[in-house]
Protein backbone atom coordinates (compact mmCIF):
# COMPACT_ATOMS: atom_id res chain seq x y z
CA UNK A 1 0.00 0.00 0.00
CA UNK A 2 3.37 1.97 0.71
CA UNK A 3 3.15 3.38 -3.32
CA UNK A 4 -0.70 4.78 -2.75
CA UNK A 5 0.29 7.41 -0.18
CA UNK A 6 1.25 10.40 -0.95
CA UNK A 7 5.23 11.60 -0.66
CA UNK A 8 6.43 14.87 0.80
CA UNK A 9 5.24 16.97 3.28
CA UNK A 10 1.28 17.49 3.71
CA UNK A 11 0.26 21.10 3.48
CA UNK A 12 -3.07 20.47 5.16
CA UNK A 13 -4.36 23.11 7.92
CA UNK A 14 -6.09 21.78 10.73
CA UNK A 15 -9.83 23.05 9.35
CA UNK A 16 -9.19 21.13 6.17
CA UNK A 17 -10.61 16.70 6.44
CA UNK A 18 -8.18 14.38 4.83
CA UNK A 19 -9.11 12.98 1.33
CA UNK A 20 -9.11 9.08 0.46
CA UNK A 21 -9.24 8.69 -3.50
CA UNK A 22 -10.47 6.12 -4.96
CA UNK A 23 -9.81 5.91 -8.69
CA UNK A 24 -8.62 2.62 -10.88
CA UNK A 25 -7.27 5.25 -13.71
CA UNK A 26 -3.98 5.98 -12.16
CA UNK A 27 -3.37 9.03 -13.88
CA UNK A 28 -6.64 10.09 -12.91
CA UNK A 29 -6.24 9.68 -9.53
CA UNK A 30 -2.77 11.24 -9.51
CA UNK A 31 -3.99 14.44 -11.21
CA UNK A 32 -6.85 14.49 -8.55
CA UNK A 33 -4.38 14.01 -5.60
CA UNK A 34 -2.27 16.62 -7.04
CA UNK A 35 -5.09 19.33 -7.46
CA UNK A 36 -6.22 18.52 -3.97
CA UNK A 37 -2.36 18.60 -2.45
CA UNK A 38 -1.85 21.88 -3.90
CA UNK A 39 -5.20 23.49 -2.53
CA UNK A 40 -3.64 21.88 1.62
CA UNK A 41 -5.55 18.90 1.28
CA UNK A 42 -3.99 15.10 2.96
CA UNK A 43 -4.87 12.63 0.29
CA UNK A 44 -4.20 8.81 0.14
CA UNK A 45 -4.88 7.67 -3.10
CA UNK A 46 -6.14 3.60 -3.83
CA UNK A 47 -6.50 2.09 -7.16
CA UNK A 48 -9.26 -0.54 -6.15
CA UNK A 49 -11.54 -1.68 -3.48
CA UNK A 50 -9.34 -3.93 -2.74
CA UNK A 51 -6.81 -1.57 -1.98
CA UNK A 52 -8.90 0.25 0.18
CA UNK A 53 -10.10 -3.02 2.19
CA UNK A 54 -6.64 -3.71 2.58
CA UNK A 55 -6.00 -0.66 3.88
CA UNK A 56 -9.02 -1.08 6.23
CA UNK A 57 -8.15 -4.48 7.72
CA UNK A 58 -4.27 -3.35 8.30
CA UNK A 59 -6.03 0.25 10.15
CA UNK A 60 -8.50 -0.43 12.93
CA UNK A 61 -8.17 3.02 13.90
CA UNK A 62 -8.67 5.20 10.53
CA UNK A 63 -8.51 8.99 10.47
CA UNK A 64 -11.95 10.90 9.87
CA UNK A 65 -11.69 11.36 5.71
CA UNK A 66 -13.54 11.92 3.51
CA UNK A 67 -13.95 8.90 0.52
CA UNK A 68 -13.92 10.55 -3.31
CA UNK A 69 -15.01 7.31 -4.24
CA UNK A 70 -15.56 6.35 -8.45
CA UNK A 71 -18.62 4.73 -9.09
CA UNK A 72 -17.18 2.15 -11.35
CA UNK A 73 -13.97 -0.05 -10.38
CA UNK A 74 -12.84 -2.68 -12.01
CA UNK A 75 -12.68 -4.92 -8.93
CA UNK A 76 -16.31 -3.27 -8.00
CA UNK A 77 -18.83 -1.19 -7.89
CA UNK A 78 -19.11 1.53 -5.50
CA UNK A 79 -22.71 -0.03 -3.65
CA UNK A 80 -21.15 -2.99 -3.37
CA UNK A 81 -17.81 -1.43 -1.92
CA UNK A 82 -19.52 1.17 0.62
CA UNK A 83 -21.42 -2.24 2.11
CA UNK A 84 -17.83 -3.72 2.31
CA UNK A 85 -16.54 -0.54 3.51
CA UNK A 86 -19.46 -0.16 6.36
CA UNK A 87 -18.37 -4.00 7.41
CA UNK A 88 -15.23 -2.93 8.75
CA UNK A 89 -16.97 -0.60 11.30
CA UNK A 90 -15.83 2.39 8.58
CA UNK A 91 -18.78 4.96 8.10
CA UNK A 92 -16.33 7.62 6.69
CA UNK A 93 -18.92 10.48 4.60
CA UNK A 94 -18.29 9.54 0.61
CA UNK A 95 -18.16 12.01 -2.63
CA UNK A 96 -19.46 9.58 -5.56
CA UNK A 97 -17.86 10.23 -8.64
CA UNK A 98 -19.56 9.04 -11.87
CA UNK A 99 -19.17 9.71 -15.70
CA UNK A 100 -21.52 11.44 -17.73
CA UNK A 101 -24.90 10.61 -18.17
CA UNK A 102 -25.12 8.38 -14.86
CA UNK A 103 -26.58 11.25 -12.57
CA UNK A 104 -29.67 8.84 -11.99
CA UNK A 105 -27.29 6.16 -10.67
CA UNK A 106 -25.25 8.95 -7.85
CA UNK A 107 -29.06 9.99 -7.09
CA UNK A 108 -29.12 6.77 -5.80
CA UNK A 109 -25.97 6.56 -4.27
CA UNK A 110 -27.11 9.65 -2.55
CA UNK A 111 -29.72 7.35 -0.91
CA UNK A 112 -27.49 4.81 0.14
CA UNK A 113 -25.35 7.99 1.84
CA UNK A 114 -23.50 9.70 -0.63
CA UNK A 115 -23.21 13.33 0.57
CA UNK A 116 -22.77 14.34 -2.83
CA UNK A 117 -21.57 13.68 -6.81
CA UNK A 118 -19.29 14.67 -9.41
CA UNK A 119 -19.79 14.26 -12.93
CA UNK A 120 -16.10 13.51 -14.79
CA UNK A 121 -16.04 16.06 -17.40
CA UNK A 122 -14.03 18.91 -18.60
CA UNK A 123 -12.18 20.97 -15.48
CA UNK A 124 -14.07 18.55 -13.26
CA UNK A 125 -11.07 18.79 -10.38
CA UNK A 126 -12.55 21.95 -9.55
CA UNK A 127 -15.86 20.45 -9.02
CA UNK A 128 -14.44 18.01 -6.95
CA UNK A 129 -13.01 21.28 -4.90
CA UNK A 130 -16.53 22.96 -4.36
CA UNK A 131 -17.75 19.60 -3.40
CA UNK A 132 -15.12 18.97 -0.81
CA UNK A 133 -16.14 22.53 0.71
CA UNK A 134 -19.28 21.59 1.21
CA UNK A 135 -19.15 18.32 2.59
CA UNK A 136 -16.58 20.01 4.63
CA UNK A 137 -19.22 22.55 5.91
CA UNK A 138 -21.45 20.37 6.48
CA UNK A 139 -19.52 17.54 8.42
CA UNK A 140 -18.09 20.66 10.24
CA UNK A 141 -22.14 21.69 10.96
CA UNK A 142 -23.09 18.35 11.56
CA UNK A 143 -20.00 18.56 14.28
CA UNK A 144 -20.97 20.99 15.65
CA UNK A 145 -24.73 20.46 15.96
CA UNK A 146 -23.38 16.82 17.31
CA UNK A 147 -21.20 18.75 20.25
CA UNK A 148 -24.87 21.27 21.02
CA UNK A 149 -27.15 18.34 21.64
CA UNK A 150 -24.24 17.07 23.64
CA UNK A 151 -24.24 19.72 25.52
CA UNK A 152 -27.29 20.55 25.72
CA UNK A 153 -28.06 16.70 27.12
CA UNK A 154 -25.25 17.41 29.47
CA UNK A 155 -27.20 20.22 30.82
CA UNK A 156 -30.56 18.59 30.72
CA UNK A 157 -28.81 15.95 32.90
CA UNK A 158 -26.98 18.63 35.31
CA UNK A 159 -30.55 20.21 35.83
CA UNK A 160 -32.40 17.18 36.50
CA UNK A 161 -29.80 16.44 38.86
CA UNK A 162 -30.16 20.05 40.53
CA UNK A 163 -33.30 19.18 40.39
CA UNK A 164 -33.00 15.76 42.32
CA UNK A 165 -31.09 17.85 44.62
CA UNK A 166 -33.41 20.55 45.49
CA UNK A 167 -35.98 17.74 46.02
CA UNK A 168 -34.05 15.99 48.15
CA UNK A 169 -33.05 18.98 49.96
CA UNK A 170 -36.90 19.68 50.05
CA UNK A 171 -37.51 16.16 51.44
CA UNK A 172 -34.89 16.59 54.34
CA UNK A 173 -35.95 20.24 55.26
CA UNK A 174 -39.82 18.69 55.29
CA UNK A 175 -38.72 15.53 57.07
CA UNK A 176 -36.81 18.02 60.07
CA UNK A 177 -39.94 20.01 60.19
CA UNK A 178 -41.94 16.90 60.64
CA UNK A 179 -39.48 15.81 63.20
CA UNK A 180 -39.67 19.66 64.73
CA UNK A 181 -43.32 19.21 64.69
CA UNK A 182 -43.50 16.18 65.99
CA UNK A 183 -41.15 17.14 68.81
CA UNK A 184 -43.12 20.19 69.78
CA UNK A 185 -46.32 18.34 69.77
CA UNK A 186 -44.49 15.85 72.15
CA UNK A 187 -43.99 18.62 74.68
CA UNK A 188 -46.89 20.63 74.47
CA UNK A 189 -50.96 19.89 73.39
CA UNK A 190 -51.31 19.71 69.65
CA UNK A 191 -53.53 21.96 69.13
CA UNK A 192 -51.17 24.70 71.38
CA UNK A 193 -48.17 23.02 68.63
CA UNK A 194 -49.98 23.89 66.03
CA UNK A 195 -51.27 27.44 66.72
CA UNK A 196 -47.68 28.15 67.73
CA UNK A 197 -46.31 26.82 64.29
CA UNK A 198 -48.82 29.02 62.73
CA UNK A 199 -48.44 32.47 64.29
CA UNK A 200 -45.88 32.14 66.04
CA UNK A 201 -47.57 32.38 69.72
CA UNK A 202 -50.44 31.28 71.95
CA UNK A 203 -52.31 33.19 74.24
CA UNK A 204 -52.89 31.69 77.33
CA UNK A 205 -56.40 30.84 78.32
CA UNK A 206 -58.77 30.79 81.33
CA UNK A 207 -60.65 27.63 81.88
CA UNK A 208 -63.36 27.49 84.77
CA UNK A 209 -63.39 23.77 85.39
CA UNK A 210 -60.18 21.81 85.17
CA UNK A 211 -58.91 18.64 87.35
CA UNK A 212 -55.06 18.57 88.57
CA UNK A 213 -53.76 15.19 89.45
CA UNK A 214 -50.33 15.43 91.50
CA UNK A 215 -48.97 11.62 92.50
CA UNK A 216 -45.67 11.88 94.21
CA UNK A 217 -43.28 9.10 95.12
CA UNK A 218 -43.09 8.52 99.12
CA UNK A 219 -40.27 8.52 100.41
CA UNK A 220 -38.28 9.47 97.65
CA UNK A 221 -35.23 11.69 99.43
CA UNK A 222 -34.19 8.36 101.28
CA UNK A 223 -34.67 5.93 98.79
CA UNK A 224 -32.23 8.49 96.91
CA UNK A 225 -29.51 8.36 99.46
CA UNK A 226 -29.64 4.25 99.84
CA UNK A 227 -29.79 3.62 95.69
CA UNK A 228 -27.92 3.94 92.59
CA UNK A 229 -28.69 7.29 91.54
CA UNK A 230 -28.78 5.94 87.75
CA UNK A 231 -31.09 2.94 88.45
CA UNK A 232 -33.37 5.02 90.37
CA UNK A 233 -33.93 7.28 88.05
CA UNK A 234 -34.14 4.27 85.19
CA UNK A 235 -36.88 3.15 87.55
CA UNK A 236 -38.43 6.35 87.76
CA UNK A 237 -38.64 7.00 84.11
CA UNK A 238 -40.45 3.41 83.65
CA UNK A 239 -43.18 4.15 85.80
CA UNK A 240 -43.79 7.82 84.55
CA UNK A 241 -44.14 6.14 80.84
CA UNK A 242 -46.58 3.83 82.30
CA UNK A 243 -48.57 7.01 83.62
CA UNK A 244 -48.13 8.49 80.21
CA UNK A 245 -49.43 6.01 78.55
CA UNK A 246 -52.57 5.78 81.11
CA UNK A 247 -53.54 9.36 80.86
CA UNK A 248 -53.19 9.38 77.19
CA UNK A 249 -56.22 6.99 77.70
CA UNK A 250 -58.60 9.40 79.07
CA UNK A 251 -57.35 12.23 77.22
CA UNK A 252 -55.73 13.90 79.76
CA UNK A 253 -52.59 16.18 79.48
CA UNK A 254 -49.28 15.74 81.26
CA UNK A 255 -48.26 18.83 82.33
CA UNK A 256 -45.20 17.98 84.32
CA UNK A 257 -42.33 16.15 86.31
CA UNK A 258 -41.15 18.01 89.35
CA UNK A 259 -38.54 15.56 90.68
CA UNK A 260 -40.59 12.51 91.76
CA UNK A 261 -43.65 14.85 91.01
CA UNK A 262 -46.42 13.76 88.21
CA UNK A 263 -48.87 16.20 87.26
CA UNK A 264 -51.35 16.18 84.67
CA UNK A 265 -54.80 17.93 84.41
CA UNK A 266 -57.88 17.04 82.68
CA UNK A 267 -60.23 19.33 80.45
CA UNK A 268 -57.33 21.14 79.04
CA UNK A 269 -56.33 22.79 76.55
CA UNK A 270 -59.92 21.86 75.13
CA UNK A 271 -62.66 21.88 77.31
CA UNK A 272 -64.07 18.38 78.90
CA UNK A 273 -67.30 18.01 80.88
CA UNK A 274 -66.20 14.94 82.58
CA UNK A 275 -62.42 16.12 83.17
CA UNK A 276 -63.42 15.19 86.64
CA UNK A 277 -64.52 11.63 85.99
CA UNK A 278 -61.48 10.70 83.70
CA UNK A 279 -58.86 12.37 85.78
CA UNK A 280 -60.13 10.01 88.95
CA UNK A 281 -60.49 7.02 86.72
CA UNK A 282 -56.86 8.24 85.72
CA UNK A 283 -56.32 8.51 89.67
CA UNK A 284 -57.21 4.47 89.96
CA UNK A 285 -55.05 2.99 87.14
CA UNK A 286 -52.41 5.01 87.89
CA UNK A 287 -52.09 3.37 91.58
CA UNK A 288 -53.26 0.02 90.20
CA UNK A 289 -50.47 0.04 87.77
CA UNK A 290 -47.57 1.15 90.70
CA UNK A 291 -48.60 -2.18 92.37
CA UNK A 292 -48.48 -4.33 89.59
CA UNK A 293 -45.58 -2.80 87.91
CA UNK A 294 -42.97 -4.09 91.45
CA UNK A 295 -42.27 -7.36 90.26
CA UNK A 296 -40.91 -6.04 87.35
CA UNK A 297 -37.83 -4.68 88.80
CA UNK A 298 -34.83 -5.25 90.73
CA UNK A 299 -36.06 -7.10 94.05
CA UNK A 300 -32.93 -5.26 95.77
CA UNK A 301 -34.59 -1.70 94.75
CA UNK A 302 -37.36 -0.90 97.24
CA UNK A 303 -40.93 -0.56 95.59
CA UNK A 304 -42.36 2.90 94.93
CA UNK A 305 -45.37 4.00 96.43
CA UNK A 306 -47.65 7.04 95.72
CA UNK A 307 -49.42 9.33 97.20
CA UNK A 308 -52.04 10.69 94.57
CA UNK A 309 -54.11 14.02 95.18
CA UNK A 310 -57.35 15.23 92.68
CA UNK A 311 -58.94 18.83 92.90
CA UNK A 312 -60.73 20.64 90.64
CA UNK A 313 -60.99 23.96 89.67
CA UNK A 314 -60.47 27.20 87.71
CA UNK A 315 -56.97 27.73 86.45
CA UNK A 316 -55.27 29.91 83.62
CA UNK A 317 -53.09 27.16 81.30
CA UNK A 318 -50.73 28.66 78.64
CA UNK A 319 -46.94 28.37 77.27
CA UNK A 320 -43.97 30.04 78.79
CA UNK A 321 -40.43 30.48 77.75
CA UNK A 322 -39.03 31.87 74.48
CA UNK A 323 -36.54 29.22 73.46
CA UNK A 324 -37.68 26.09 75.46
CA UNK A 325 -41.17 26.13 75.78
CA UNK A 326 -43.33 24.93 78.63
CA UNK A 327 -47.25 24.15 78.70
CA UNK A 328 -47.92 25.37 82.40
CA UNK A 329 -51.20 25.76 84.95
CA UNK A 330 -51.33 28.11 86.84
CA UNK A 331 -54.29 29.03 89.55
CA UNK A 332 -55.26 28.90 93.26
CA UNK A 333 -56.76 25.24 92.23
CA UNK A 334 -53.43 23.94 91.66
CA UNK A 335 -51.86 25.10 94.61
CA UNK A 336 -54.99 23.75 96.61
CA UNK A 337 -54.58 20.10 94.13
CA UNK A 338 -50.86 19.79 95.41
CA UNK A 339 -52.45 20.35 99.02
CA UNK A 340 -54.48 17.33 98.45
CA UNK A 341 -51.75 15.09 96.99
CA UNK A 342 -49.42 16.12 100.85
CA UNK A 343 -52.69 14.72 102.76
CA UNK A 344 -53.30 11.59 100.54
CA UNK A 345 -52.07 8.03 102.17
CA UNK A 346 -50.15 5.84 99.92
CA UNK A 347 -52.12 3.60 97.16
CA UNK A 348 -55.13 5.57 97.46
CA UNK A 349 -56.56 8.27 95.36
CA UNK A 350 -57.03 11.73 97.40
CA UNK A 351 -59.50 13.67 95.98
CA UNK A 352 -60.76 17.39 97.51
CA UNK A 353 -64.80 17.97 98.22
CA UNK A 354 -64.84 19.73 94.90
CA UNK A 355 -64.12 17.05 92.41
CA UNK A 356 -66.15 14.95 94.95
CA UNK A 357 -69.36 16.84 94.19
CA UNK A 358 -68.39 16.49 90.18
CA UNK A 359 -67.70 12.62 90.73
CA UNK A 360 -69.94 11.61 93.52
CA UNK A 361 -72.80 9.87 91.42
CA UNK A 362 -70.12 7.45 89.71
CA UNK A 363 -67.78 6.59 92.45
CA UNK A 364 -68.03 4.70 95.89
CA UNK A 365 -66.18 6.82 98.48
CA UNK A 366 -64.82 6.61 102.34
CA UNK A 367 -65.38 10.20 103.75
CA UNK A 368 -61.71 11.66 105.52
CA UNK A 369 -63.78 14.59 107.14
CA UNK A 370 -61.45 18.01 107.48
CA UNK A 371 -57.81 16.79 107.00
CA UNK A 372 -55.52 19.92 107.97
CA UNK A 373 -53.05 20.93 105.00
CA UNK A 374 -50.28 22.80 105.06
CA UNK A 375 -50.64 26.20 107.19
CA UNK A 376 -53.17 24.71 109.09
CA UNK A 377 -55.84 25.10 106.63
CA UNK A 378 -58.59 21.80 106.81
CA UNK A 379 -60.16 20.89 103.68
CA UNK A 380 -62.67 18.34 103.56
CA UNK A 381 -61.60 15.18 101.64
CA UNK A 382 -62.51 11.70 100.46
CA UNK A 383 -60.52 8.68 99.33
CA UNK A 384 -61.84 7.24 96.28
CA UNK A 385 -62.00 3.05 96.35
CA UNK A 386 -63.67 2.14 92.90
CA UNK A 387 -66.44 2.86 90.47
CA UNK A 388 -70.07 2.06 91.26
CA UNK A 389 -71.29 -1.39 90.22
CA UNK A 390 -73.26 -0.02 87.59
CA UNK A 391 -71.07 1.93 85.67
CA UNK A 392 -68.25 -0.60 86.04
CA UNK A 393 -67.20 -3.32 83.49
CA UNK A 394 -64.94 -5.25 86.10
CA UNK A 395 -65.05 -6.74 89.28
CA UNK A 396 -62.22 -4.18 90.60
CA UNK A 397 -64.40 -1.40 89.58
CA UNK A 398 -61.72 0.43 87.36
CA UNK A 399 -62.77 -0.07 83.79
CA UNK A 400 -65.74 2.51 82.70
CA UNK A 401 -68.48 0.55 81.24
CA UNK A 402 -70.45 1.18 77.84
CA UNK A 403 -72.84 2.60 79.74
CA UNK A 404 -70.71 5.32 81.49
CA UNK A 405 -68.59 5.83 78.59
CA UNK A 406 -71.86 6.40 76.45
CA UNK A 407 -73.25 8.75 78.93
CA UNK A 408 -70.51 11.65 79.67
CA UNK A 409 -69.43 11.16 76.19
CA UNK A 410 -65.63 9.70 76.85
CA UNK A 411 -63.97 8.43 73.92
CA UNK A 412 -60.98 5.91 75.27
CA UNK A 413 -57.63 6.77 73.81
CA UNK A 414 -58.55 9.98 71.91
CA UNK A 415 -57.43 12.85 73.15
CA UNK A 416 -60.15 15.87 73.48
CA UNK A 417 -58.64 18.51 71.48
Not at 47 to 75: C, N
Not at 145 to 167: A, D, G, V
Not at 191 to 218: H, M, W
Not at 331 to 350: F, K, L, P
Request: overall charge negative; proline content about 3%; hydrophobic content about 40%.
Amino acid sequence: MDEYLTIGQPLLPDDLPHVWIIEDDRKLGALIQRSLEKQGYECLCFFSGKDLLDFLQAHRQTPDAIMLLDYLLEDTNAVELIEQVRSHECHNPFIIMTAFGDEKIAVELMKLGAMDYVIKEKFFTNQISRALQQVSQKIDTQKKLERSQLELKRNTEKLKEMNRQIILQKLALENEKAKTDKLLQSILPVKIAEELLDKGFSKPRQYESVSILFADVIGFSDLAKNSHPIELVTRLDNYFYVFDEIIEQYGLEKIKTIGDCYMCAGGIPEENPSNAVTTVLAGLRIQLAVESLKDDFNAQLPHFRLRLGIHSGQVVAGIVGKNKFAYDIWGDAVNIASRIVEAGVQDRVNISEKTYRLVKDYFEFEERGEINTKRNHPMKMYFVNRLKPEFSADKQGLTPSARLLRELNIKQGVRYY
